[in-house]
Every structure is written in structure tokens, then in C-alpha cells.
């Protein structure tokens, strides 16, 4: 039986009286890259938040390989890598560290997890670094490690929340191909990003949601051409006649 990675059916946030994902439905397969797009504020963290069983929606029902966020949490924290908006790390450890930790927490078997930092740390470009203090970091190395974390326990579904945010052009390319990688491998990926052009590049599909609801579905060449835009942030501007910079 066909049965999605992901599953998000009329789903609905609210927090008091603001609408955070307005009726979200969508389906995400394994294998799959799925680019969640949109402006600041747009519901994006939300939709991670839920997926992740953080957070519990108003209304409608989304599922992880069959599991209900709401009814099933334990069976989906097993399975899923979160990396989450606001990284989380220990200051005073290494980065290095703070993997081998995450990694314990997980009970990844230690000859299993110092193979695979080794290879994680090298494929994401932090090598050089991995064993300064966390405290010392740039953003874009915190996310780094945080991307590495999230993944540690070779989970079916991932779910990265900006994971390239305030990063240079070198580390996002690092970045870039190691999310690739593992897409080859069948792991189902949610990325959240504000960052058209990066969508464009990466993803096989896209949905763009501004002010919770979802405004546009397909990949990136679809939209492009079903919009007549030369690019993902036109055809933004096209359905919603703003800016991806106005809208924040
Ligand atoms: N815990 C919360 N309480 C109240 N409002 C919230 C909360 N979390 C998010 N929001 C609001 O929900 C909307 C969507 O936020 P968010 O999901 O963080 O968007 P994005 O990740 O796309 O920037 C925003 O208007 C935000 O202010
Ligand atoms: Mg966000």
C-alpha cells in the first residue's frame, strides 16, 4: 500500500487570535525534498513545530510514516531529526561534543557514532573546527553542528528548519550537498527556507505558504512555468503582489 512519508491533511494553528497555518494540506514522499517557503511569519516553524509533536494543532490531522502527531508522538520522536529555528547547544562544550552527546541521548552505538561525525563533520565542512568551544561559533557554524545533531540518529524523516540561515556561500554549498545525499538515500526531508533561489536549486517540490495558507504547489519548474516567472521569488510576487521582503 502507498503510504506517504509525510501527510498533512487541513491542518490548522491558532494562537489566540492569529491563524498561524490556515487549512494546510499536503503529502510528502519518501525520498523526497519538500521546500516549505515563505516570507517571516508566513506559518513555517509552526508546521515543523507540529511535525515535530512540539506542538498540537487547532484543527485537521497530520501523520509521519502512518503515525498521528497527536496520538502516536512517541513512534514519530523515534523516527524523525528535528533541526530546530533556534539551535540548542551546550556553550562550553565542543561542537564535537555536543554531537557525541546528542548521539548518546539517541543510544547510537559509540564505534557506529564516532564513524558516522567523522563522516558528517567532513561532508558539512566542519572538521577544522569540530573541536573548538560551541560558545565560539559563528551562526553558521552552530547550524552546522545542529544539522549534524539532527541527523545522528539516521532518522526516516528530517525535518530542518532554516537550517542555512546566516550562513557564507561555501558552507551553504556544503550544506546543499549533504542534504542531496541523504534525499539519495530515501530519507523523506522537510527544509523551511525564506531563500527562493535555494528552494529552486534543491528541492524537487515546493509549497509556498504566506499568512498560513498554502498559495502554491509544485516543483519548481512547474510554477515557474505555470506563472511564466523566471524564478521561485517572481512567482511569489506574482500571487501575492508583494515582495518576499515587504511581506516580513
Ligand atoms: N507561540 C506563539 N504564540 C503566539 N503567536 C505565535 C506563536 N508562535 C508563532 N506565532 C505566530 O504565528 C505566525 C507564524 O509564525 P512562524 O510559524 O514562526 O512563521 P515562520 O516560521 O514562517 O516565520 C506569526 O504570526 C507568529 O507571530
Ligand atoms: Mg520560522
Known amino acids: 500500500m502507498f503510504e506517504p512519508a509525510i501527510m498533512v491533511e487541513n491542518l490548522t494553528k491558532r494562537?489566540?487570535?492569529?491563524?498561524?497555518?490556515?487549512?494546510?494540506?499536503?503529502?510528502?514522499?519518501?525520498g523526497e525534498l519538500f521546500g516549505l517557503l515563505g516570507p517571516n511569519g508566513a506559518g513555517k516553524t509552526t508546521v515543523i513545530n507540529i511535525l515535530s509533536t512540539l506542538l498540537q494543532p487547532t484543527n485537521g490531522v497530520a501523520t509521519i510514516a502512518s503515525h498521528d502527531v497527536v496520538y502516536d508522538?512517541?513512534?514519530?520522536?523515534?523516527?524523525?531529526?528535528?533541526?530546530?529555528?533556534?539551535?540548542?547547544?551546550?556553550?562550553?562544550?565542543?561542537?564535537?561534543?555536543?554531537?557525541?552527546?546528542f548521539g548518546d541521548l539517541h543510544e547510537v552505538p559509540q564505534n557506529v557514532l564516532n564513524e558516522r561525525i567523522e563522516t558528517?563533520?567532513?561532508?558539512?565542512?566542519?572538521?577544522?573546527?569540530?573541536d573548538r568551544r560551541a560558545g565560539q561559533y559563528s551562526g553558521g557554524m552552530i547550524r552546522r553542528v545542529s544539522t549534524?545533531?539532527?541527523?545522528?540518529?539516521?532518522?526516516?524523516?528530517?525535518l530542518l528548519d532554516e537550517p542555512t540561515v546566516a550562513m557564507d556561500p561555501v558552507s551553504r554549498r556544503a550544506v546543499w550537498d549533504f542534504i542531496k545525499e541523504l534525499k539519495n538515500n530515501g530519507m523523506?526531508?522537510?527544509?523551511?527556507?525564506?531563500?527562493?533561489?535555494?528552494?529552486?536549486?534543491?528541492c524537487d517540490r515546493v509549497g509556498i505558504v504566506d499568512e498560513g495558507k498554502l498559495i502554491a504547489l509544485g516543483t519548481p519548474e512547474e510554477l515557474m512555468e505555470e506563472h511564466s516567472a523566471k524564478n521561485l521569488e517572481e512567482v511569489f510576487i506574482k500571487l501575492t503582489g508583494k515582495k518576499l521582503r515587504e511581506a516580513v
Request: proline share 4%; with cysteine; aromatic share 6%.
Open 188 to 202: 523523506a526531508i522537510i527544509l523551511t527556507t525564506h531563500y527562493m533561489e535555494e528552494a529552486e536549486e534543491l
Open 15 to 30: 494562537f489566540g487570535k492569529i491563524t498561524a497555518v490556515d487549512d494546510l494540506s499536503l503529502e510528502i514522499g519518501w
Open 120 to 130: 558528517m563533520l567532513k561532508k558539512i565542512g566542519l572538521k577544522e573546527d569540530a
Open 73 to 101: 508522538a512517541d513512534a514519530i520522536r523515534r523516527i524523525i531529526g528535528v533541526c530546530p529555528q533556534e539551535p540548542a547547544f551546550y556553550k562550553h562544550l565542543t561542537g564535537r561534543e555536543n554531537i557525541e552527546l
Open 148 to 158: 549534524v545533531m539532527s541527523l545522528i540518529n539516521n532518522p526516516k524523516v528530517a
